[in-house]
């Protein structure tokens, strides 16, 4: 089974910066997807930002430009480095690694954006 455990939330105040971290418990060559996705209460859970095996990177237009996702194939960890923090990125955030047969979530980590 395999497990991913984010880190690195927290609260922070309105233009300030926080780095999230996933490790994940297998070697993330096996996945082809990982990101980050984020929820608040009453709304879905959406994308914040996917990496792909094949190099390609998508991130959400709110976030262009402010976060930045990243993944270390040696250590099997996934970052997320969130600058110009705004109150609306505030949410549940977590981690996620899919191949074509599982999709593995996170217990996610709980950003709050406030002054």
């Known amino acids: 089974q395999v497990q991913l455990v984010e880190s690195g939330g927290g609260l922070v105040q309105p233009g300030g910066s926080l780095r999230l971290s996933c490790a994940v418990s297998?070697?993330?060559?096996?996945?082809?997807?990982t990101g980050w996705y984020r929820q608040v209460p009453g709304k879905q859970r959406e994308l914040v930002a996917d990496?792909?095996?094949?190099?390609?990177?998508k991130y959400a237009d709110s976030v262009k430009g402010r976060f930045t996702i990243s993944r270390d194939n040696a250590k099997n960890t996934v970052d997320l480095q969130m600058n110009s923090l705004k109150p609306e990125d505030t949410g549940l955030y977590y981690c996620?690694?899919?191949?074509?047969?599982?999709?593995?979530w996170g217990q996610g980590t709980q950003v709050t954006v406030s002054s």
């Open positions: 990496m792909y095996s094949s190099g390609t990177i």
């Open positions: 297998s070697s993330i060559f096996s996945f082809y997807a």
């Open positions: 996620n690694a899919r191949n074509p047969m599982y999709n593995y």
